[in-house]
């Protein structure tokens, strides 16, 4: 059974970075074709896709957010790292990690049950 | 970027009918990167359809998905109680990036 949980902070102040953890279970991300994502959803808003690593340390973010992203794994912990830089009021969202299955397998499936993240001094 | 617009916003209806949400992209997308998700208020996304057309593991058959290139359909056969939620659509494309849709509700009538 897969499964991934998200922690960090849950209120930051503007300016300051966000370090966000996704911790999963019953996958390697050192398996060939196998990735985790990051989507988040403003509340009452829509999802958007934020980064998402491949398990040959490749990385992809959205072209809107790429500079303000990073992505990482520690494989030997089963942990992919997100940070972004410069948050404001309006990343205020529920942050979510997410299993991406196989080589070509562009979905998501399961997701993390996501941590809510309010930007506010 | 391609983006892809749900409609309608909203879908109201009554258990035992059909529903028929649409998702049309702005370039052509693979079906085989097409997919559906469920979301449920205060619930992480389910995968519900992968490659425009097949079901995910657990998904009962009165879903189903069907389209190619710009335009995209879930539909419901008969609607249960617990399939009244927020549909997304997503895709992924050749610029290597994922998108959604900015969602369907479906609401009971």
């Known amino acids: 059974q897969i499964t991934l949980k998200e922690s960090g902070p849950t209120l930051v102040k503007p300016t300051q970075t966000l370090t966000l953890t996704c911790t999963f279970s019953?996958?390697?991300?050192?398996?060939?074709?196998?990735?985790v994502g990051w989507i988040r959803q403003p509340p009452g808003k829509a999802l958007e896709w934020l980064a998402l690593?491949?398990?040959?340390?490749?990385?992809r973010y959205s072209p809107s957010l790429k500079s303000r992203l990073t992505i990482t794994k520690d494989t030997s912990k089963n942990q992919v790292v997100l940070t972004m830089t410069n948050m404001d009021p309006v990343d205020t969202a529920t942050y979510y990690c997410?299993?991406?299955?196989?080589?070509?397998?562009?979905?998501?499936?399961?997701w993390g049950q996501g941590t809510l993240v309010t930007v506010s001094s | 970027e391609i983006v892809l617009t749900q409609s309608p916003g909203t879908l109201s209806l009554s258990p035992g009918e059909r529903a028929t949400l649409s998702c049309r992209a702005s370039?052509?997308?693979?079906?085989?990167?097409l997919a559906w998700y469920q979301q449920k208020p205060g619930q992480a996304p389910r995968l519900l359809i992968y490659?425009?057309?097949s079901r995910a593991t657990g998904i009962p058959d009165r879903f189903s998905g069907s389209g190619s290139g710009t335009d995209f359909t879930l539909t419901i056969s008969r609607l249960e109680p617990e399939d009244f939620a927020v549909y997304y659509c997503?895709?992924?494309?050749?610029?290597?990036?994922?998108?959604f849709g900015q969602g369907t509700k479906l609401e009971i009538k």
């Open positions: 997410a299993h991406r299955p196989a080589y070509w397998d562009n979905w998501f499936d399961p």
């Open positions: 019953g996958f390697s991300l050192s398996t060939s074709g196998v990735g």
């Open positions: 690593i491949y398990w040959n340390d490749d990385k």
């Open positions: 370039q052509s997308v693979s079906s085989s990167y």
């Open positions: 490659g425009a057309s």
């Open positions: 997503q895709q992924y494309g050749s610029s290597l990036m994922y998108t």
